[in-house]
């Protein structure tokens, strides 16, 4: 029979290797989320592509680029491509608003007939309720005719065109209400006229508006941004100002069934352009105000650092200068860096794509 010091001892022996293993697995998570990875230059731009964002790709591995190149409007606007071999090609010179005179386009995604739908971000151009969606015909990879499709949204930015529609992100719906409410838009393709774009209904009232959510940063009063939707059609919507990405769920109707949060902060300091990744589970995002790019699975929630540089890098050999967007292929991670002047970052050379190898 062991004596009560025998017992004693053998409690201690279990609580001290528990406490061991806790250690152990603290030790070996925080490893596995601080392994960053050192980006380096994918696509090194020319002066009219000074303002890189939104991306993505297309059936024969193309890589299309919005440049709303508002760092330096000497250029204008562009949609730019990049091939397979990284190779740079102009797809199109952006049209400018009949009003403001300004082509502002960030989001943009290839719909299920092969066109490419593009957000006009006018409030780039400081207009309220101006933002478009616009559609470009794409024939044998060369830009057709255009048309506007949707008018009247404040600041369109994420485009995600999904079998059932084309969802947008509306970065702020107004900026009068506080806290900040802002939300994603659903558009049927049914509902397009070439002839008569849809006119959105501004203030939050519009049919269209099928999520909202709200950001309370006074530092960043910036809301609904980065977009995308995992294999099960769930959708996750990145609030910048609240460093958080919601993940929503739909109905057999399309209607929002459940909004939670599915991460905020653990490293993240802003939520911008995102990417799913069905190989993973995960979404990528842009982190513009951390100067990184995370990734996040989309089941917990747990947050891997893939890159992070020092604010200010100025870009030199890859290094993240604002990033803004991601978009992956074949195995790498393409980082849109938009180098805004904006919060201690410099406009400066050179104007990059970084590019990091992912490991799985
Ligand atoms: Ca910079
Ligand atoms: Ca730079």
Redesign the pocket.
């Given at each position: 029979m062991a004596s009560i010091y025998e017992f004693g001892s053998r409690v201690r022996i279990r609580f001290l290797s528990k406490v061991a293993l806790i250690f152990l697995l603290l030790v070996f998570t925080q490893a596995g989320c601080s392994t960053l990875k050192k980006p380096s230059i994918g696509v090194l731009l020319p002066a009219k592509c000074n303002t890189p964002d939104g991306m993505t790709l297309d059936a024969e591995g193309n890589i299309y680029l919005t440049c709303p190149n508002t760092n330096n409007d000497k250029y204008p606007a562009c949609i730019m491509k990049i091939k397979p071999d990284n190779g740079l090609e102009e797809f199109l010179v952006f049209p400018i608003h009949p009003e403001t005179r300004k082509a502002c386009p960030l989001g943009i995604d290839i719909g299920p007939d092969g066109n490419l739908y593009v957000a006009d971000n006018q409030s780039l151009a400081g207009a309220v309720n101006k933002s478009r969606l616009l559609r470009f015909e794409v024939r044998s990879g060369r830009p057709a005719k255009f048309d506007v499709l949707v008018t009247g949204m404040n600041q369109a930015n994420a485009v995600v065109c999904r079998p059932d529609g084309v969802y947008v992100t509306e970065t702020s719906i107004t900026g009068d209400v506080k806290p900040m409410p802002s939300g994603v838009y659903r558009f049927r393709y049914s509902e397009f006229r070439e002839a008569k774009p849809l006119e959105v209904e501004p203030g939050g009232k519009d049919e269209h508006l099928v999520a909202t959510i709200y950001t309370d940063n006074p530092d960043w009063p910036v809301g609904a941004n980065g977009l995308a939707f995992d294999s099960q059609g769930n959708m996750y919507v990145g609030n910048f100002g609240r460093a958080a990405i919601v993940r929503f769920t739909f109905n057999k109707d399309g209607k929002v069934a459940s909004q939670k949060v599915l991460v905020r902060g653990h490293g993240i300091k802003s939520t911008d352009g995102m990417k799913f990744d069905p190989k993973t589970n995960a979404v990528y995002v842009a982190d513009f105000v951390g100067n990184a790019v995370h990734k996040v699975d989309v089941e917990t929630g747990a947050v891997t650092t893939i890159a992070k540089d020092a604010r200010?890098?100025?870009?030199i050999d890859g290094m993240l200068?604002?990033p803004s967007e991601v978009c992956l292929r074949d195995g790498r991670l393409y980082i849109s860096n938009i180098?805004l002047p904006l919060a201690g970052?410099?406009?400066?050379e050179p104007h990059t794509i970084s590019v990091v190898e992912l490991d799985d």
């Amino acid at each position: 029979m062991a004596s009560i010091y025998e017992f004693g001892s053998r409690v201690r022996i279990r609580f001290l290797s528990k406490v061991a293993l806790i250690f152990l697995l603290l030790v070996f998570t925080q490893a596995g989320c601080s392994t960053l990875k050192k980006p380096s230059i994918g696509v090194l731009l020319p002066a009219k592509c000074n303002t890189p964002d939104g991306m993505t790709l297309d059936a024969e591995g193309n890589i299309y680029l919005t440049c709303p190149n508002t760092n330096n409007d000497k250029y204008p606007a562009c949609i730019m491509k990049i091939k397979p071999d990284n190779g740079l090609e102009e797809f199109l010179v952006f049209p400018i608003h009949p009003e403001t005179r300004k082509a502002c386009p960030l989001g943009i995604d290839i719909g299920p007939d092969g066109n490419l739908y593009v957000a006009d971000n006018q409030s780039l151009a400081g207009a309220v309720n101006k933002s478009r969606l616009l559609r470009f015909e794409v024939r044998s990879g060369r830009p057709a005719k255009f048309d506007v499709l949707v008018t009247g949204m404040n600041q369109a930015n994420a485009v995600v065109c999904r079998p059932d529609g084309v969802y947008v992100t509306e970065t702020s719906i107004t900026g009068d209400v506080k806290p900040m409410p802002s939300g994603v838009y659903r558009f049927r393709y049914s509902e397009f006229r070439e002839a008569k774009p849809l006119e959105v209904e501004p203030g939050g009232k519009d049919e269209h508006l099928v999520a909202t959510i709200y950001t309370d940063n006074p530092d960043w009063p910036v809301g609904a941004n980065g977009l995308a939707f995992d294999s099960q059609g769930n959708m996750y919507v990145g609030n910048f100002g609240r460093a958080a990405i919601v993940r929503f769920t739909f109905n057999k109707d399309g209607k929002v069934a459940s909004q939670k949060v599915l991460v905020r902060g653990h490293g993240i300091k802003s939520t911008d352009g995102m990417k799913f990744d069905p190989k993973t589970n995960a979404v990528y995002v842009a982190d513009f105000v951390g100067n990184a790019v995370h990734k996040v699975d989309v089941e917990t929630g747990a947050v891997t650092t893939i890159a992070k540089d020092a604010r200010n890098s100025g870009g030199i050999d890859g290094m993240l200068d604002m990033p803004s967007e991601v978009c992956l292929r074949d195995g790498r991670l393409y980082i849109s860096n938009i180098d805004l002047p904006l919060a201690g970052n410099e406009f400066d050379e050179p104007h990059t794509i970084s590019v990091v190898e992912l490991d799985d």
